[in-house]
């Protein structure tokens, strides 16, 4: 027991450092910092470049110091100006979607200077075989360095945002930064301090965890992202609860590795991070925020006619079926693995698009899927496919059991620890899923076979449009309008009665269904998977990017869908081909995800808006004589501005939430009504 204790507190200061750097961004900044565990990462390979014989072999002393104090503090400062500041203001997906995206890139970024293939890094222990006895423990004195650095630094913390002007102002600029500003305090430099200050932290525990294991970019980025539960323990605020959190998930894991012989297969070391984050995320209540406190979601993707739907789905089957024609053998392959991706991506439009539920599992989902089509669908049995179904939108419903009290930030984080932990304990329990070898045969129906890859190419093609059209039917109907309600405004939806539950079970549920599709389409075109095809971050095709790609193309498109799958799967492809844009293709899913501080909407929604315009440039060059009368008004006078729905009533918060959800509700467009200039 001692020994479980003394070591538990040395892992425990590993997450108390993480954790903290966690809280300093967000309670200064408002916005998760999901690449925390990558800049960690990176800090430990920049580390590692600085002082390894093997590398540039400086001093020590020096590569500590321009790791810590010159580098970590520089990308803090370099990631809040280029991509933080702008995010203030953005709606909620983006900034999740913006640090994800992040993260990808840093991990992608490392694997590109620091292939694992080529490097063998590697960092020794500070004081190499220098141990003290502590309570019949063998200690290292790397680990005793580990536990001070915990110390110094959370008291350092306390001192500096409670005990100084620049801490008080730091917590003052998240709540209000316009206030802060007209009290002295500048927002933009107390936003750079506070990323400084927090990569900084995360470069220290970057540097102290790497001698454990291995540098490996999706190990030690994962190990850091196990401190995200112990800053959930603090509400992302409370650096003492924080460090309370850390403790518990330290002494957790110590004590599961000892005596994993008696545990469930379900309780191990690897999974204790994801449960406690899942079960925190429960028990500990989110913060509040008023009805209109959050940023509003980007603007709506319009509603495509039933005209052009059906002409969409045509032209994807008919490419379906000539490009096995026209296209190589791998190029072929990429093509399949992406209409099967773009089906799981797919899940995450009524979800997220349409009624706001973040989700960073469907890939998890589809890994179900493809689960229960190994285990029972050998012979490609349709039948089967309808069991898969009803597997996914039971389990579906069941994570959104606990997720009904949870939304933004907190229901991103409970869905990933659910993928975490599909991974890492579910997956596992397949036979041949570890060793990525569990079979799956293509779907026969009746006596029309889908063994050829054309035939099923056009299989996934026709899946794809018909689930499209369920979908757009779904967003044109009844069901639909509540699901914009809801996203709008939950607290109006219930005050008007709305079932909000119900709702929430039926779009998980069907996500959930629709990923499974997915993921046995998916399974069939590959004929066998394993767990490293429906990881979140490491593998072949990981989670992540694939919900970067989604948001990017239009999460509330189903074409953004399509782009999505294609992207993920046809860009290694293009790497390929054409060496020198290799690296390049590499970084697109998290250079993607990092440009939709750009452009919030998605590709297809400024696609659909460059056409638009397009077509009123034409309309404008039939009409010459009114256009020119009408810029000459719009010299003369200020142009009229839209206006909210909370806007239209100067006061009575409850009236103006009824006109949101009516807005949702009825299909109305009162968000932008105009007002003329003089009555303003």
């Known amino acids: 027991m001692t020994d479980i204790l003394v070591l538990g507190l040395v892992s425990a200061a590993i997450y108390a450092v993480a954790a903290s750097g966690l809280?300093?961004?967000?309670?200064?900044?408002?916005?998760?910092?999901?690449?925390?565990?990558?800049?960690?990462?990176?800090?430990?390979?920049?580390?590692?470049?600085?002082?390894?014989?093997?590398a540039w072999g400086l001093p020590v002393p020096l590569a500590l110091v321009l790791t810590l104090l010159v580098f970590a503090p520089g990308l803090g400062w370099l990631i809040d100006v280029v991509l933080m500041r702008r995010l203030h203001d953005a709606a909620p997906i983006t900034r999740l979607v913006v640090p994800i995206g992040l993260l990808v890139a840093l991990i992608q970024g490392a694997t590109v200077i620091w292939p694992p293939d080529t490097v063998q890094a590697s960092l020794p222990y500070f004081f190499e075989g220098s141990t003290v006895e502590v309570a019949g423990v063998v200690i290292r004195y790397h680990q005793l360095i580990v536990f001070a650095t915990a110390i110094v630094v959370a008291v350092a913390l306390r001192l500096l945002l409670y005990r100084s002007r620049t801490g008080?102002?730091?917590?003052?600029?998240?709540?209000?930064?316009?206030l802060a500003a007209l009290n002295g305090a500048s927002p933009d430099r107390i936003s750079s301090l506070s990323w400084a200050l927090g990569c900084t932290?995360?470069?220290?525990a970057g540097v102290l965890i790497a001698p454990i294991l291995a540098l490996d970019q999706n190990q030690l980025t994962l190990l850091v992202i196990n401190a995200y539960a112990a800053a959930m323990v603090g509400r992302l605020r409370s650096l003492p609860l924080t460090a309370l959190g850390a403790l518990i998930l330290g002494i957790a894991r110590e004590a599961v590795n000892s005596y994993q012989d008696d545990l469930p297969s379900w309780i191990s070391v690897d999974t204790v991070p994801a449960l406690m984050l899942f079960a925190v995320l429960i028990l500990v209540p989110q913060d509040k925020a008023s009805v209109f406190g959050e940023p509003k979601d980007p603007a709506r993707v319009p509603d495509p006619s039933w005209r052009t739907v059906l002409l969409s789905s045509a032209a994807?089957?008919?490419?379906?079926?000539?490009?096995?024609?026209?296209?190589?053998?791998?190029a072929l392959t990429s093509v399949g693995y992406g209409l099967a991706l773009g089906i799981v991506a797919l899940s995450l439009i009524p979800?997220?698009?349409?009624?706001?539920?973040?989700?960073?599992?469907?890939?998890?989902?589809?890994g179900i899927g493809a689960g229960v089509?190994?285990?029972?669908?050998?012979?490609?049995?349709?039948?089967?496919?309808?069991?898969?179904?009803?597997?996914?939108?039971?389990?579906?419903?069941?994570?959104?059991?606990?997720?009904?009290r949870l939304k933004g930030l907190y229901l991103a984080l409970l869905t990933f620890a659910f993928a975490l932990f599909c991974e890492k304990a579910i997956f596992p329990e397949i036979d041949g899923f570890t060793q990525g070898v569990a079979p799956i045969d293509r779907l026969h129906l009746g006596g029309i076979s889908f063994e050829g890859d054309r035939a099923n190419l056009i299989l996934m093609a026709v899946t794809f449009s018909l689930l499209g059209m369920v979908v757009t039917a779904l967003r044109k109907g009844p069901m639909g309008r509540r699901l914009q309600a809801m996203k709008d405004s939950p607290a109006a939806c219930a005050t008007l009665g709305?079932?909000?539950?119900?709702?929430?079970?039926?779009?998980?549920?069907l996500s959930a269904a629709i990923a499974g599709i997915g993921g046995v389409l998916y399974g069939g075109w590959r004929g066998q998977v394993g767990t490293e095809q429906f990881a979140l971050l490491q593998g072949a095709l990981p989670g992540l990017p694939l919900v970067l790609l989604t948001v990017v193309g239009g999460i509330a498109a189903v074409a953004g869908a399509l782009f999505g799958g294609v992207v993920l799967a046809v860009s290694p492809l293009i790497g390929e081909y054409y060496p020198a844009l290799q690296d390049l293709m590499t970084l697109l899913p998290g250079l993607a995800g990092i440009g939709l501080a750009n452009n919030p909407n998605g590709a297809i929604a400024q696609t659909v808006e460059g056409l638009k315009k397009a077509r009123r440039r034409a309309e404008v060059g039939s009409h010459a004589p009114a256009t020119t009368f009408q810029r000459a008004m719009d010299l003369l006078l200020p142009a009229p501005r839209p206006l909210s729905p909370e806007q239209l009533v100067t006061s009575g918060a409850t009236t103006a939430t009824d006109l949101a959800v009516l807005d949702g509700e009825l299909g109305l467009d009162w968000g932008r009504c105009r007002v003329d200039p003089r009555d303003a």
């Open 23 to 54: 809280v300093v961004t967000y309670t200064t900044s408002g916005i998760f910092n999901f690449a925390h565990g990558a800049v960690a990462m990176v800090s430990a390979f920049v580390y590692w470049q600085l002082s390894s014989p093997d």
């Open 351 to 366: 979800l997220t698009g349409y009624a706001g539920q973040i989700s960073l599992a469907p890939l998890a989902f589809a």
């Open 201 to 204: 932290l995360a470069g220290i």
């Open 168 to 178: 008080t102002a730091m917590r003052a600029v998240v709540d209000n930064r316009g």
């Open 498 to 509: 709305l079932d909000l539950t119900f709702l929430k079970v039926q779009v998980f549920a």
């Open 316 to 330: 994807l089957v008919a490419a379906a079926a000539v490009l096995p024609e026209l296209i190589s053998a791998k």
């Open 373 to 404: 089509m190994a285990t029972w669908g050998s012979d490609g049995n349709p039948a089967v496919l309808l069991l898969v179904v009803a597997v996914c939108a039971v389990v579906g419903a069941l994570v959104s059991l606990p997720a009904l």
